[in-house]
C-alpha cells in the first residue's frame, strides 16, 4: 500500500542553530512539585531550549508528512552523550508539527570548543510508487 502525499511544507529546510545542545536524560533534576517527586529538564537544557526557540524560525506551513532529518552536533567537549532529541523537541510547533513525523535520521556528533552548534537540515520523504 502507498502512503499518502506529503502535506505541509514540502521544500528542504536547514539551518545552524547555535549553542551547546544538552542531553534530555543526563540532564534530568528532581523536584517536589505539590508533595509528588518530578524529573524535569535541567536548566542548561531550558536554557538551550530557549536559546533555540530564538533562533529558530515558525514555518508557515511546517513540516507535518513524513520527513528525514540530519542533525551535526558540534558539542564544546567530548563528555557529552550524543543526545538529539532536545533538539527534535524543540522543532515541534516551529518547524515541524509534531517530532512523530521523523521516520528517518542521521546524527552525527562533533568537537568544537570554541562553536559549538547544530546543523539541521530537513527533507520530505517521497512516497513509496509516487
Known sequence: MAKEKPTGRLLPWSKVILG???????SRR?????????????????????DFAKQCPTLDPPFSGDIHIDIDIYYQSRRSDLDESIIMDALQGRV????R???SKFVRGFVDKDNPRAIIKITILEPENA
Open 96 to 99: 515541524i508539527t509534531n517530532d
Open 20 to 26: 551547546n545542545p544538552q542531553s534530555k536524560a543526563n
Open 30 to 50: 528532581i523536584v517536589v512539585i505539590e508533595g509528588k517527586r518530578r524529573s524535569i529538564k535541567s536548566s542548561a537544557a531550558v536554557a538551550y531550549a530557549n
Open 101 to 103: 513525523i521523523i521516520r
